[in-house]
């Protein structure tokens, strides 16, 4: 486990206020406002346990797909210390994301971004989802030309600050499991499973967005990504509506149809069987 990083910014009668709102309220990350500034404090969580991680890794083998390989998140003091130095490492690279305020044995305080995520201005915003959804493309591919990944790479991580996209919430380190072309092959597709079954626009055009910014990435993360494609194309026969199958099912289906599409404009026609 690395080690604890320390980092303080605030006074002792700051604190006080600060672990005083904390004790009201149960939820492990809260907003809170400190002499007139919104800020987010994480807590720690109870260290975790990951059973189905040695079945991830033996379907990822298999299926010779390494991003589907597991990717350890120890809770507890260890996920802190992992947020905190990727969130230095990623703040170094020059990636937008939270900066560090304080950090404590017990928890850390960073500063507020914002409410409003890629994944509810998709939702709510439906006349700009194709601006919005394409900047986070972009900020994907800006990551990684840094030679940097995300964690989690979901549309509800990604969040619209100051005209951007900016990324939150790193308790993990991918790259801790896998090479750096299959963590960022790995964003790619967990950006893609998070957005297109709420996009409104055809799946063509979303494919032609799709490729034209995974295209401009490394061949290496193209290759990752198109040989998902060709691998789990054939989801796109799953049920497309939401009930009763439940927003898994769909956006499974809806993901495997664009891979499919974007695979087959890049010349690179998908397995049409698992």
């Known amino acids: 486990m690395p080690d604890q990083p320390t980092h303080h910014m605030f006074s002792p009668d700051q604190l006080h206020t600060i672990e005083a709102q904390l004790a009201r309220k149960t939820e492990r990350t809260q907003l809170l406002e400190i002499d007139g500034r919104q800020i987010i404090v994480k807590q720690l969580e109870a260290p975790l346990q990951h059973w189905g991680y040695p079945v991830l ?46 950090v404590t044995p017990a928890w850390f305080a960073l500063s507020f971004l914002g409410a409003m995520s890629v994944d509810q201005l998709l939702r709510q915003q439906a006349g700009q989802a194709q601006h919005y959804w394409a900047s986070g493309l972009q900020a994907i ?18 969040i ?43 799946a063509e055009q979303i494919a032609q967005d799709f490729l034209l910014h995974l295209q401009q990435d490394s061949s290496d993360v193209q290759d990752e990504v198109l040989r998902a494609a060709r691998t789990f194309g054939w989801l796109r026969i799953l049920p497309k509506q939401r009930k009763p199958w439940g927003r898994d099912v769909i956006s499974a ?18 397995a049409r069987s698992h």
Not at 253 to 270: C, D, E, I, M
């Open 57 to 102: 890794n033996a379907l990822a083998c298999v299926l010779q797909q390494p991003m589907l390989r597991a990717v350890p998140a120890p809770g507890g003091k260890a996920a802190q210390a992992i947020e905190i130095a990727r969130l230095r490492a990623l703040a170094a690279a020059g990636v937008s994301v939270p900066e560090i305020l304080h």
């Open 253 to 270: 289906q809806a993901a495997a149809q664009v891979l499919y599409l974007a695979a087959r404009q890049a010349g690179k026609k998908p």
């Open 141 to 158: 591919l800006e990551l990684h030309r840094l030679q940097q990944t995300a964690s989690q790479c979901f549309a509800r991580n990604m």
């Open 160 to 202: 619209w600050h100051e005209g951007k996209v900016s990324f939150i919430d790193f308790e993990d380190d991918p790259t801790s499991s896998m090479p750096l072309a299959s963590a960022q092959a790995r964003d790619w597709l967990l950006y893609l499973h998070s957005t297109a079954y709420i996009l409104p626009m055809d």
